[in-house]
């Protein structure tokens, strides 16, 4: 009999792409996608025709079901600030109170993986930031309910690990960006080539000299499928940091995409309140633990084929609905 699947966030720009990985598997008899459409688009989606695939649209938190699933995956949660400042309650709601529905769909001796972030790092004074730093951070201010509820389902699946022995698997990701962004998505990459592809005007905030690690989505998920499922033998269960240790200003981003689309320009803004100065992962028990492993994709070509990407959904009419636009480094 095969294993049963549950991904939360499925569609998803990362979600969707692990659904595609998961469908890769002949040890899966089924997989069931539950998303409610805040964020996720269900044309990340419509090229499967797997029919073991199933798709649920309900919040995470209030879904509900008899079955009982081998694995799930947690992602449901949106990842940009636009859109969890805007609804910060709902925010908590479906990392913290989606992790414990959750938990009560496994078997026994199911695992549950978890995509944490490296926001839990606050505003680093670190760097690079490894998994044993405790990090800068302010638990009560406009950032505070994406941190805060990663932070609080970490400590949630670490505590079901302790007492009811749960096999958990937690990573903490680091500014992922690829095809399948919403194109009002609202971090700084996909931002940077709507506005490039549509008004011209890419919108820098403080002097860009915030600094980010750019981890392209392909990279990105390879590491997610050998973690979460593919190295069953794992004994590290997390967290472990995830991404790409090249770190580079915004501005400088800002300026290659710039160069790659004539007729476009900058344009400082003033800063955003509490942007993260830097983000650094430091990837050395990654290395440890998934040997091998690399973010191989550099920004330039990742970016490159972002925009080949965002060229053709623009071209088509992607769906947007875009909240207040706060614009922040990612």
Not at 278 to 304: F, K, Q
Request: aromatic share 8%.
């Amino acid at each position: 009999m095969g294993k049963r699947v549950l991904i939360a966030g499925g569609a998803g720009f990362i979600g969707s792409h692990i659904v595609d990985r998961l469908m890769k598997r002949t040890d899966m008899e089924r997989l069931v996608v539950v998303d409610n459409f805040w964020t996720g688009l269900r044309d990340n989606l419509a090229h499967i025709r797997d029919p073991r695939l199933h798709i649920a649209q309900a919040d995470v938190e209030k879904f509900a079901t008899h079955e009982k699933f081998d694995e799930i995956l947690h992602l449901a949660s949106p990842a940009s600030p636009p859109w969890y400042m805007r609804e910060p309650v709902r925010t908590i709601h479906a990392n913290v109170n989606g992790a414990l529905n959750l938990i009560e769909m496994l078997v026994p001796g199911g695992r549950i993986s978890f995509t944490s972030t490296s926001e839990v790092y606050g505003d680093p004074l670190v760097t690079p930031q490894p998994e044993s730093y405790r990090g800068f951070v302010d638990c009560t201010g406009p950032r505070s309910s994406y941190d805060e509820s990663k932070r609080c389902t970490e400590a949630l699946l670490f505590e079901c690990r302790r007492t009811r022995r749960t096999d958990i698997r937690i990573v903490r990701l680091f500014n992922v960006y690829g095809p399948r962004t919403r194109p009002d998505d609202g971090r700084a990459v996909s931002n940077f080539l709507s506005q490039a592809l549509t008004n011209g005007e890419l919108t820098i905030y403080g002097d860009g000299m915030q600094s980010r690690s750019w981890g392209y989505v392909d990279d990105i998920v390879d590491a997610l499928e050998r973690f979460f499922w593919l190295e069953q033998d794992m004994q590290y269960q997390g967290p472990l940091n995830v991404g790409n240790d090249r770190e580079i200003p915004v501005i400088d981003v800002a300026r290659f995409i710039v160069s790659l689309v004539p007729g476009t320009r900058l344009r400082m803004c003033p800063p955003i309140p509490q942007d993260p100065t830097n983000r650094r992962p430091d990837l050395t028990l990654c290395r440890e633990v998934l040997p091998g492993w690399e973010a191989r994709i550099s920004y330039e070509e990742g970016v490159r084929r972002t925009l080949a990407w965002f060229k053709e959904q623009i071209a088509h009419g992607a769906e947007t609905d875009a909240p207040e636009p706060v614009r922040l480094a990612g």
